[in-house]
């Protein structure tokens, strides 16, 4: 009986550290979410003449209405992705946009 715990314990332990260490936090500016694709691609095109790299994500809300999400990153930390949102708000293309830093986990 002594064996059988102490390897469900060892089990236990070695899974728990797997799953701190898969976990990875990236940060991401969320430039604009337009419901038009080609809005969107604009916004990115906008973004790329600055040199600056985005990609457009789609996401559906509760109600099944599509909006085209332009976002910049990943990046690792919090104040990289807020460094990259203080120069995209002084673009006047995103000034009022109301861009935001997010993050996701994975």
């Known amino acids: 009986a002594k064996s059988t715990s102490s390897?469900?314990?060892?089990?236990?332990?070695?899974?728990?550290?797997?799953?701190k260490t898969s976990t990875v936090t990236r940060f991401w500016v969320q430039?604009?979410?337009?419901?038009?694709?080609?809005?969107?691609?604009?916004a990115r095109s906008v973004?790329?003449?600055?040199?600056?790299?985005?990609d457009i994500y789609t996401y559906e809300d509760a109600k099944s209405?599509?909006?085209?999400?332009?976002?910049?990153?990943?990046?690792?930390?919090k104040s990289e992705a807020e460094y990259w949102q203080s120069k995209i708000v002084e673009i006047s293309d995103f000034a009022k946009a109301g861009s935001y830093v997010t993050s996701t986990v994975n």
């Not at 390897?7 to 799953?19: D, E, L, Q």
């Not at 973004?47 to 985005?54: F, G, H, T």
């Open 7 to 19: 390897s469900s314990t060892k089990a236990a332990s070695s899974s728990a550290s797997t799953t």
């Open 31 to 42: 430039v604009a979410a337009y419901s038009n694709k080609k809005t969107a691609e604009n």
């Open 47 to 54: 973004l790329s003449d600055k040199k600056i790299n985005s």
């Open 65 to 77: 209405k599509l909006f085209y999400r332009v976002r910049v990153g990943p990046f690792t930390t």
